[in-house]
Nanobody, 119 residues
Framework: QVQVVESGGGLVQAGGSLGLSCAASGSTFAISAMGWYRQAPGKQRELVALISSSGSTNYGNSVRGRFTISRDNAKNTAYLQMNGLKPEDTAVYYC?????????????WGQGTQVTVSS
């Protein structure tokens, strides 16, 4: 199994910055991609950013150019640096660790961390 724990959420003013961390534990050798997703009240969960085991990245359209995802494989930790925050970035941010190979194949989610951007 893989366990994922997020940290670093909070309250920030519009235009400010915030950093999130995602620490994985357990069978971390099996993790391929790690990603950040968010869900605002009344909306579907959406992709924020994704990073592969080799470091390739992919971003949601609404955050591209403002957010940066990175990863430290030695620490089994992924990071999300958020700059130029907007009120519409307010959401619960979830980290997900992907495992592609059996028997652990699946998506492993954290509990989420709240990010609130005030106008």
């Amino acid at each position: 199994q893989v366990q994922v724990v997020e940290s670093g959420g909070g309250l920030v003013q519009a235009g400010g910055s915030l950093g999130l961390s995602c620490a994985a534990s357990g069978s971390t050798f099996a993790i391929s991609a790690m990603g950040w997703y968010r869900q605002a009240p009344g909306k579907q969960r959406e992709l924020v950013a994704l990073i592969s085991s080799s470091g390739s990245t992919n971003y949601g359209n609404s955050v591209r150019g403002r957010f940066t995802i990175s990863r430290d494989n030695a620490k089994n930790t992924a990071y999300l640096q958020m700059n130029g925050l907007k009120p519409e970035d307010t959401a619960v941010y979830y980290c997900r660790a992907d495992v592609d190979s059996a028997p652990l194949r699946g998506y492993y989610w954290g509990q989420g961390t709240q990010v609130t951007v005030s106008s």
